[in-house]
T-cell receptor, first 112, second 113 residues
Framework: NAGVTQTPKFQVLKTGQSMTLQCAQDMNHNSMYWYRQDPGMGLRLIYYSASEGTTDKGEVPNGYNVSRLNKREFSLRLESAAPSQTSVYFC???????????FGPGTRLTVT | AQSVTQLGSHVSVSEGALVLLRCNYSSSVPPYLFWYVQYPNQGLQLLLKYTTGATLVKGINGFEAEFKKSETSFHLTKPSAHMSDAAEYFCAVISDSNYQLIWGAGTKLIIKP
């Protein structure tokens, strides 16, 4: 039982490049989330998916897209990376009827 | 707008001393409240949560928190700090409107030997 897994762990991009961050959970959770974490700002919600087939914008969605591929997987895409997207990205999931979230280990992204 | 305020971006205590991390929240409905811990270069892990019932909530690693409605607070405590408690701690409340978590900015706990 791996919980929430994220790939890659680290990534360096040049401005304008694109990439997809992958997230998968094996806990049969319904809801999944993407956050970014920046020093002194806590966690900010980028997008979330309340259930398979649905996605919604969070607090900071600009510059990102998401895909809920199936119940297990939720990917985050940066179409044209910018230095302001340098951050640590966390994926999380929640089972139906609960609010506590379970987090992956994070992806540290640097955009130069 | 709803918010969570954690007083002190850094808190330093000596090993064996009391740990007190402060969290105040705003909510127009009875809140669901959470504390998470983040060890260096790791994801966040749930420490404890308050939903309903007993206002003193016990969590993992000897931590506990007390929900005080009149003070809109949910402070985290541990009687005796250990070096392994050095981490960043986040308080969160469920949003009244969309039921997502609203996060505090975090408090980094430093343990002095």
């Amino acid at each position: 039982n791996a919980g929430v897994t994220q790939t890659p762990k680290f990534q360096v991009l040049k401005t304008g490049q694109s990439m997809t961050l992958q997230c998968a959970q094996d806990m049969n959770h319904n809801s999944m989330y993407w956050y970014r974490q920046d020093p002194g700002m806590g966690l900010r919600l980028i997008y979330y998916s309340a259930s398979e087939g649905t996605t919604d914008k969070g607090e900071v969605p600009n510059g990102y897209n998401v895909s809920r591929l199936n119940k297990r997987e939720f990917s985050l895409r940066l179409e044209s990376a910018a230095p302001s997207q340098t951050s640590v990205y966390f994926c999380a999931s929640t089972r139906q009827g609960a609010y506590e979230q379970y987090f992956g280990p994070g992806t540290r992204l640097t955009v130069t | 707008a709803q918010s969570v305020t954690q007083l002190g971006s850094h808190v330093s205590v000596s090993e064996g001393a009391l740990v007190l991390l402060r969290c105040n929240y705003s909510s127009s409905v009875p809140p669901y409240l959470f504390w998470y811990v983040q060890y260096p270069n790791q994801g966040l892990q749930l420490l404890l949560k308050y939903t309903t019932g007993a206002t003193l909530v016990k969590g993992i690693n000897g931590f506990e928190a007390e929900f005080k409605k009149s003070e809109t607070s949910f402070h985290l405590t541990k009687p005796s700090a250990h070096m392994s408690d050095a981490a960043e701690y986040f308080c969160a409340v469920i949003s009244d409107s969309n039921y997502q978590l609203i996060w505090g900015a975090g408090t980094k706990l430093i343990i002095k030997p």
